[in-house]
C-alpha cells in the first residue's frame, strides 16, 4: 500500500478552500494511507483548537483524524532523523555571519517521516523546503535579492542534507485538487455558465494558490491548457 505524507500546509490550504472532504474519496480511489507525524498535528488541531480565529478548522481536521482518513505516526526513528535534518537544514545558508534558518520543526519532521516510511509522495505547499531540496541555487538567488546582501553555502552540509532526501517525490495541494477535478469529485460545483469545468478548474487553482499553495500564475495557465480536452 502506498504511503503518502502530509506537510501542515496543503490540509490548511484544503481546508480554507472547503476540499478537505476530497481526502477520502482520493485515499479510498488510490488505496493509499495519507499520514501526518505528530509534530504535524500540533500544528493542525493542538494549537490551533485553542485559538478560537483557528479552532473551526481544527474540528475540522480532527474529524478526519477520527474517521483514520489521515493517520498520525510518530516513532523514534524518525525523531532522530528529524533532529539531523534540521541540523543540515538550517546550517546550508549564511547571511552576516549568522545562518539563516530556513525550516520548522514540523515540516522537516514530516520530511523526516516520509524518509523512514519510505513513502510514495511528500506532500507540501511551502516553497522554501521544496526548494532546498530540489533547486537550492535558486533558492540563494532568491534570498540574495530579497535579503540584499551576499549568501553563501555550506557546501558539506547541503551535500549531506541532500543525500538524505533523495529521490524523494513532492506533491502540492494544487496537484491534489487537479486529480480531484479530474476523476470529477469537483463536478458537483459546475456553475451554470459558458465554459462551466474550465470556470471550475480556474477557480479551484487560484483558491489553492491564494489560501498558501505556491503555485504560479504561469503554472496554473499550465495546467489548465493540459487539462483543455476535459473541459
Request: with cysteine; aromatic share 6%; net charge positive.
Amino acid at each position: 500500500m502506498k504511503k503518502l505524507i502530509f506537510d501542515t500546509g496543503p490540509i490548511i490550504t484544503l481546508t480554507l478552500n472547503n476540499l478537505l472532504w476530497i481526502l477520502e474519496p482520493l485515499k479510498k480511489k488510490s488505496g493509499s494511507r495519507f499520514m501526518i507525524p505528530g509534530a504535524v498535528k500540533k500544528e493542525l488541531v493542538d494549537r490551533p483548537f485553542k485559538i478560537k480565529r483557528f479552532k473551526f478548522e481544527a474540528m475540522q481536521t480532527m474529524q478526519y483524524l477520527k474517521n483514520n482518513t489521515i493517520e498520525v505516526v510518530n516513532n523514534s526513528q524518525t525523531e532522530e532523523l528529524t533532529s539531523e535534518l534540521l541540523e543540515l537544514a538550517n546550517h546550508c545558508f549564511k547571511a552576516k555571519g549568522e545562518w539563516i534558518k530556513l525550516v520548522h520543526y514540523a515540516e522537516i519532521n514530516a520530511l523526516a517521516l516520509t524518509i523512514t516510511e519510505k513513502a510514495a509522495a511528500f506532500i507540501i505547499d511551502e516553497r522554501t523546503t521544496r526548494m532546498l531540496i530540489e533547486d537550492p541555487e535558486k533558492l540563494r538567488n532568491i534570498m540574495n535579492h530579497k535579503l540584499r546582501t551576499r549568501i553563501s553555502i555550506n557546501k558539506d552540509y547541503l551535500k549531506r542534507f541532500h543525500q538524505k532526501v533523495k529521490g524523494i517525490r513532492m506533491l502540492r495541494s494544487v496537484e491534489l485538487v487537479t486529480i480531484g477535478y479530474e476523476i470529477g469529485l469537483l463536478d458537483k460545483y459546475l456553475p451554470d455558465m459558458p465554459e462551466p469545468k474550465k470556470n471550475l478548474l480556474d477557480s479551484v487553482l487560484w483558491g489553492v494558490k491564494l489560501h498558501g499553495c505556491s503555485v504560479s500564475k504561469r503554472e496554473i495557465e499550465q495546467i489548465i491548457k493540459i487539462e483543455k480536452p476535459l473541459l
